[in-house]
């Protein structure tokens, strides 16, 4: 067997912050490339929902573990995460976009993970967006990890996802990378 790359992760979608909605949770993912297997672990689910704070915050504190092997890092693993929460008519709807890569290095790694959600691009779209409380969504989940096709969408910023990540890698050297 050729070498490979092992990537381990463990850790947590701890929180996020926004002003857009009290009642918040999240739909994750982790995207990699084509030569990127899952070992073990769960790539993608939804953590419990939580009531915003007074500063803002709903914390999740949810768990996260995957294993990855691969002969090369091109496609690095990346989170990708979207927020939702109730909008003004008591509706689900979408509250914001965000990736994120898994740390290079090994070791404890806390990030806040940008928020962005798409803009109205049209006044008929703004005024549909003012009277059913629903901001434009994407249908493709992991659009958010590609490169291709995200200068064109509008978008706004609305605030940030805290995760960390406990990083443990291995084979590096065998395939003469050095981190």
Same mark, same amino acid.
């Given at each position: 067997? $050729?070498?490979?790359?092992?990537?381990?992760?463990?850790?947590?979608?701890?929180?996020?912050?926004?002003?857009?909605? $009290?009642?918040?949770?999240?739909?994750?993912?982790?995207?990699?490339?084509?030569?990127?297997?899952?070992?073990?672990?769960?790539?993608?689910?939804?953590?419990?929902?939580?009531?915003?704070?007074?500063?803002?915050?709903?914390?999740?504190?949810?768990?996260?573990?995957?294993?990855?092997?691969?002969?090369?890092? $091109?496609?690095?693993?990346?989170?990708?995460?979207?927020?939702?929460?109730?909008?003004?008519?008591?509706?689900?709807?979408?509250?914001?976009?965000?990736?994120?890569?898994?740390?290079?290095?090994?070791?404890?790694?806390?990030?806040?993970?940008?928020?962005?959600?798409?803009?109205?691009?049209?006044?008929?779209?703004?005024?549909?967006?003012?009277?059913?409380?629903?901001?434009?969504?994407?249908?493709?989940?992991?659009?958010?990890?590609? $490169?291709?096709?995200?200068?064109?969408?509008?978008?706004?910023?609305?605030?940030?996802?805290?995760?960390?990540?406990?990083?443990?890698?291995?084979?590096?050297?065998?395939?003469?990378?050095?981190?």
């Amino acid at each position: 067997m $050729s070498a490979q790359i092992s990537l381990s992760v463990q850790g947590q979608i701890i929180s996020c912050t926004t002003e857009n909605t $009290s009642d918040l949770f999240c739909k994750f993912s982790f995207h990699a490339g084509q030569e990127w297997s899952i070992i073990s672990g769960i790539d993608d689910g939804v953590t419990q929902s939580s009531r915003v704070n007074d500063e803002r915050t709903a914390i999740w504190n949810f768990p996260l573990e995957i294993v990855y092997q691969s002969p090369k890092p $091109s496609g690095w693993p990346q989170l990708i995460i979207a927020v939702y929460g109730e909008n003004r008519f008591g509706n689900e709807s979408v509250v914001g976009y965000g990736a994120v890569h898994v740390p290079l290095q090994p070791g404890h790694h806390e990030m806040n993970v940008p928020l962005f959600s798409r803009a109205p691009s049209s006044f008929t779209q703004r005024l549909k967006s003012w009277f059913t409380g629903s901001m434009p969504e994407s249908i493709s989940f992991n659009f958010i990890a590609g $490169s291709e096709s995200r200068e064109i969408i509008k978008s706004e910023s609305l605030g940030f996802v805290t995760a960390s990540f406990d990083v443990i890698l291995s084979g590096l050297k065998k395939l003469d990378y050095y981190v």
